[in-house]
């Protein structure tokens, strides 16, 4: 099982960049993905995650209306497009996937089987 992350870089704050999940090893598509981030000093935060029970996606409040998460199940791949970033928005950016997340723990770590490396984003000001 493997998760591969990339797409990371430096951009200034309200640019773009978008961020890849290769996935390998397991059934993509029974899985939830949830990408999280950790920034300098900070503990790991969840950004997005997909439930695939119920089809929907949910995104943290602070990112709400700039990131977009995808799924392209036929090549076990998950994207995280990123706009109008802000220095904030500075972090390692990792994906995670896990048959068991629901609703209620998809915004914990702990509900994650599977995890990537981590992609470091770094936005200017």
């Known amino acids: 099982v493997q998760l591969q992350a990339s797409g990371g870089g430096l951009v200034q704050a309200g640019g773009s960049l978008r961020l890849s999940c290769a996935a390998s090893?397991?059934?993509?598509?029974?899985?939830?993905i949830g990408w999280f981030r950790q920034g300098p000093g900070k503990e790991r935060e969840f950004v997005t995650g997909?439930?695939?029970?119920?089809?929907?996606?949910v995104y943290s409040n602070s990112v709400k209306g700039r990131f977009t998460l995808a799924r392209d199940n036929a090549n076990n791949m998950a994207y995280l497009q990123m706009n109008s970033l802000r220095p904030e928005d500075t972090a390692v950016y990792y994906c995670?996937?896990?048959?068991?997340?629901?609703?209620?723990?998809?915004?914990?770590?702990?509900?994650?089987?599977?995890w990537g490396q981590g992609t470091l984003v770094t936005v200017s000001s």
């Open positions: 995670a996937a896990g048959p068991s997340v629901n609703r209620s723990n998809l915004q914990s770590p702990r509900a994650y089987a599977y």
């Open positions: 090893g397991f059934n993509f598509d029974d899985y939830s």
């Open positions: 997909y439930h695939y029970g119920g089809h929907s996606t």
